[in-house]
């Protein structure tokens, strides 16, 4: 009987499936992936043999005010590893150097104080310059130009207005964007919500190509790249990580060829193949990205790749920050009718896209794909107001699971496991 650990929150949730209906279990290849150098010396090495640029010391010669984009509290990048290693690289080429951290929450909320500490520990709190990024401020934000999708490019001024901006970040599969990282950490990182909301527009989120994995024609991705070049973001250090959040590649130096290498190195590892099933069982990787639900929809969207249409999906996230976006919760306590809500949105133009439209959107997909069943801490108020059927245990949801299926005919169907619904793209 296969036993599958699934993370949750910053614990784990063990489920023993019936080999006469276990699927299978798509992992990616980086849970066996060894480097043969430690976090730090991976880092070092990036740092040390940029891609595409010189190296960031040197970039940083004769610049007096340096922004470095930071990652927030929803991101698992291990700030500790990356940060004091760029601000040396910095002070190596200018000791003068006026250095800002800006932590890109794009339109997250507000990144507290204690999540800072826990992120790049008390030297750097204590001692640099952290300032956190607001969408809606609108005196500390400059509009610098017309993105190719006809929007506005919005962003911080202490972005625009740097002498040297760089940025760390991490590369992962992300289900509309293909990837994270690069220049993900302008664009939404440290863009007005104006700019935000029509990037991520209807028709854009609706586009077959704005998939997990998937780069070329994505209308998405485009726009995010000519928002990083617009801002002058010269230089980045990216890394990949593994299940434990520990690093297991690194890349740094110009924001576009250092990014492909990224990629490059995660496509290899981290491509699966759909396995059909009546069931299937998926997380978001834990904390920190499983603490509210609409977080949660990024690991559902791997389920969807492969649940069998009118199959379940059973989604494990603490969520113990419950629905993570007030419109987003309203989107689905207001409206009841998920094709009419999915008719609302693609009806909408760039313009007038609302908060939290582009997760809607999706979530709404998914549960027009699949039932879900979810297991969380939330309320199950909360959970049912979001068109999901709660559960707290993996047994119980399996349980509910059953009848569903059974109401269809189906008896002993199927299951097959996603223990980490982020770090995967299912190829179908």
Known sequence: MPGVVFPYGRETRLYEIAQERYAGTLVSALAKYNPEKSQEELVKAALESPVGSLRLSELARGKKKVVLIASDHTRPVPSKVIIPQMLQEIRMGNSEADITLLIATGCHRET???????????????????VIHDCDDAANMADIA??????????????????????????????????SGGRKSVLPGVASRKTVVYNHNATFIDHPKARTGIVDGNPIHEDMVFAARKANLAFICNVIIDSE???????AGDCNAAHEKGVE????????????SDIVITTNGGYPLDQNIYQAVKGMTAAEATVKAGGVTIMLAKSNEGHGGQVFYETFRNQKDLKKMMEGFLATSPEETIIDQWQSQIFARVLMHSHVIYVSDAADELVDALHMIPAHSVEEAVVIADRILEEQGIQN?????IPDGVSVIVNR
């Open 413 to 417: 169907g199927k299951i097959l496991a």
């Open 265 to 276: 190195f995660l496509k290899r590892l981290c491509g699966v193949k759909a396995v059909p």
């Open 245 to 251: 959040k520990e690093v297991v590649h690194a890349v």
């Open 146 to 179: 017309v993105l190719p999708s006809g929007g506005r490019l919005v962003l911080n001024k202490l972005a625009v207005e740097a002498d040297l901006l760089v940025a760390e970040g991490f590369i992962e599969p992300h289900f509309f964007a293909g990837y």
């Open 112 to 130: 507290r104080k204690e999540e800072l500490l826990e992120k790049f520990g008390e030297e750097i709190v204590q001692n640099e310059k952290i």
